[in-house]
C-alpha cells in the first residue's frame, strides 16, 4: 500500500513541477499583463496544488499524522490566487494598460460604455 502512494505522490510532485514550469514559461512568453496573469494564476496555481497535496500525502502515510497547515494551504492558494490574479488584470485594465496586439477581444469594453451610458441617463434624469 506504501508502495502506491508513494507512486502517486512522486507523480503528483512531477505534475506540480511540470504545472510551475509550464507557468515560467507563460510569464516569459505570453505578450501582456492579461495573459501573463492567467498564465501565472492558473498554472502556478495548480502546480502549487499538486506539490502540496503530494506532501500532505507522504507525511500522512509515513508519519501518519494528519497536517492540518497542508490543508490551509491548499484552501488558501486556491481562493487567493486565482482572485489576485483577477484583481491585478482588472487594475491594469482600469489604469489603461493596452491589450497586446493581436487581441481580438475586449468584452469589458462594451460592458463599460454601457454602464457609462447607463450611468449617464441616471445624473441626467436626477438634474
Not at 507523480?11 to 504545472?19: K, M, R, S, V
Not at 488558501?76 to 482572485?83: D, G, N, Q
Request: hydrophobic share 55%; aromatic share 10%.
Amino acid at each position: 500500500m506504501t508502495e502506491i502512494v508513494d507512486w502517486i505522490v512522486a507523480l503528483l510532485a512531477l505534475f506540480g513541477a511540470a504545472f510551475s514550469i509550464i507557468s515560467a514559461v507563460g510569464l516569459l512568453r505570453l505578450p501582456d499583463i492579461f495573459t501573463r496573469s492567467h498564465a501565472a494564476t492558473k498554472a502556478a496555481t495548480l502546480g502549487v496544488l499538486c506539490v502540496v497535496l503530494a506532501a500532505f500525502l507522504f507525511f500522512m502515510v509515513h508519519t501518519q499524522t494528519f497536517s492540518l497547515r497542508f490543508v490551509l494551504t491548499l484552501v488558501f492558494v486556491f481562493v487567493t490566487a486565482p482572485v489576485g490574479g483577477h484583481l491585478i488584470a482588472r487594475a491594469a485594465y482600469n489604469a489603461g494598460v493596452p491589450l497586446a496586439e493581436g487581441s481580438s477581444q475586449d468584452a469589458l469594453s462594451r460592458s463599460r460604455k454601457e454602464n457609462r451610458s447607463f450611468n449617464e441617463e441616471e445624473t441626467d434624469n436626477h438634474h
